[in-house]
């Protein structure tokens, strides 16, 4: 079945550091990548969509320079919080989608990354 | 007015009962709907998805799509302690669109 890694799984960085979170799709290619935020006992929140080679597309209220995304290829996606700040701990998590449907290949999300900054 | 809507439980049942599970949304341009089961600090998992109206079964998991009500709903059935999660609808416009999700609901399976 589709896999999509997501590392690292817990990062834990300073006030004003910039932090990089990857997502990968190991066995299908991920024509589109989604980034979502979750609050504790809450839902995902869509951040923003990603097309390989294309600018991300943000949701409403997300500051696309401090949420900088790269989808340079089609199996790799990456998410940057840059100068990071306590209110922005929360756990990340992304989805890939092969573009082909609702299948096993359709959507299928990472595990997750979960953010404390200090 | 969200366009998902999902009762956020916590549903409490014993050991080898139903399950039952349900959202509703207000957009009808929404044609692919899936049923995610997250456990705590970990991403959601896949467990049923449904194209258009229609039943799908799948081992213990039953999904029901009335796209005339807007409803859908996701049964369990002979549930597991292992089956305490919190479960999330989500749907889509297109295949490969952004899903919206519903705000999940918390569920707990008592021995």
């Known amino acids: 079945g589709a896999v999509v890694s997501q590392h690292p799984s817990r990062v834990i960085c300073k006030s004003g550091t910039s932090v990089k979170i990857e997502c990968r799709s190991l066995?299908?290619?991920?024509?589109?990548m989604f980034w979502y935020r979750q609050f504790p006992k809450q839902s995902l929140m869509l951040m923003a969509t990603?097309?390989?080679?294309?600018?991300?597309?943000?949701e409403q209220g997300v500051e696309k320079d401090k949420f900088l995304i790269n989808h340079a290829s089609l199996t790799l996606s990456t998410l940057t919080v840059t100068s990071a700040h306590p209110e922005d701990s929360s756990f990340y998590i992304c989805?890939?989608?092969?573009?082909?449907?609702?299948?096993?290949?359709?959507?299928?999300f990472g595990s997750g990354t979960r953010l404390t900054v200090v | 007015q969200k366009e998902v809507e999902q009762d956020p439980g916590p549903l409490s049942v014993p050991e080898g009962a139903i399950v039952s599970l349900n959202c509703t949304y207000s957009?009808?341009?929404?044609?692919?709907f899936m049923w995610y089961r997250q456990y705590s600090r970990k991403g959601p998992e896949l467990l049923m998805y449904?194209?258009?109206?229609g039943n799908k079964e799948d081992g213990r998991f039953t999904a029901q799509v009335d796209k005339s009500s807007k409803y859908i709903s996701l049964f369990i059935r002979d549930s597991q302690p292992s089956d305490s999660a919190t479960y999330l609808c989500?749907?889509?416009?297109?295949?490969?669109?952004?899903?919206?999700f519903g705000g999940g609901t918390r569920v707990l399976v008592k021995p």
């Open positions: 990603s097309n390989e080679g294309s600018k991300a597309t943000y």
């Open positions: 989805s890939a989608s092969s573009g082909q449907g609702a299948g096993n290949y359709g959507y299928t």
């Open positions: 957009n009808s341009a929404f044609q692919y």
């Open positions: 989500a749907m889509s416009k297109a295949a490969g669109n952004k899903l919206t």
């Open positions: 066995d299908f290619q991920a024509t589109t």
């Open positions: 449904t194209y258009s109206s």
